[in-house]
T-cell receptor
Framework: GAVVSQHPSWVICKSGTSVKIECRSL??????MFWYRQFPKQSLMLMAT?????????EQGVEKDKFLINHASLTLSTLTVTSAHPEDSSFYIC????????????FGPGTRLTVL | GENVEQHPSTLSVQEGDSAVIKCTYS??????FPWYKQELGKGPQLIID?????GEKKDQRIAVTLNKTAKHFSLHITETQPEDSAVYFC????????????FGTGTRLKVLA
């Protein structure tokens, strides 16, 4: 149980284009999902907290107009990287907090974004 | 601000030996401490967690200990196997808060056959 999927698992795009990443909780509902970014050999950096039906809360230094987050249902959150540039290339990981859960986050497998 | 320090950054052990990874947190209100294992190119997987009302928890070869007074917690892996090789992250959070994790910097464990 507690499976989280991400799609796509990897994507290559041209500079200036937008890319959408989906995060789904497959066997549970999640009111809260989180989006992280991870650079090689580094820890996970929280980008934003996504709550179903409300606006995401972004961490300091994260551009909300560049990283658009939508949490339209209890099983789906999306992250759109707008006008992507090479410096946006990274490993993006989502996690989900089960409905009624108080602490444990379950992570997706990650999405590798490469911007040319 | 809140911080979690993790040591060592790299750890090499012989197969069958034990491995210990330590984390120290700064926020005394933290009360939930999960450990995640991350293999190359994959997302983190929860391997064990502990809440502040418990001092120790064990699951087969894996155990976690918590010292609230000193604000540190440790991951213990016994009888290590090559498949234990991965990056391990500790985290701290506050139940009933924003549910956000503060992650440690990670430990790259290599189990040598």
């Amino acid at each position: 149980g507690a499976v989280v999927s991400q799609h796509p698992s990897w994507v290559i795009c041209k500079s200036g284009t937008s890319v959408k990443i989906e995060c789904r909780s497959l066997d549970f509902q999640a009111t809260t999902m989180f989006w992280y970014r991870q650079f090689p050999k580094q820890s996970l950096m929280l980008m934003a907290t996504s709550n179903e039906g409300s606006k995401a809360t972004y961490e300091q230094g994260v551009e909300k107009d560049k990283f658009l987050i939508n949490h339209a249902s209890l099983t789906l959150s999306t992250l759109t990287v707008t006008s992507a540039h090479p410096e946006d290339s990274s490993f993006y990981i989502c996690s989900a907090l089960p409905l009624g859960g108080i602490d444990t986050q379950y992570f997706g497998p990650g999405t590798r974004l490469t911007v040319l | 601000g809140e911080n979690v320090e993790q040591h060592p950054s790299t750890l090499s052990v012989q197969e069958g030996d034990s491995a210990v990874i330590k984390c120290t947190y700064s926020d005394s209100a933290s009360n939930y401490f999960p450990w995640y294992k991350q293999e190359l190119g994959k997302g983190p997987q929860l391997i064990i967690d502990i809440r502040s009302n418990v001092g120790e928890k064990k699951d087969q070869r894996i155990a976690v200990t918590l010292n609230k007074t000193a604000k540190h917690f440790s991951l213990h892996i016994t009888e290590t196997q090559p498949e234990d090789s991965a990056v391990y992250f500790c985290a701290a959070s506050k139940e009933g808060g924003t549910y956000k994790y503060i992650f440690g910097t990670g430990t790259r464990l290599k189990v040598l056959a």
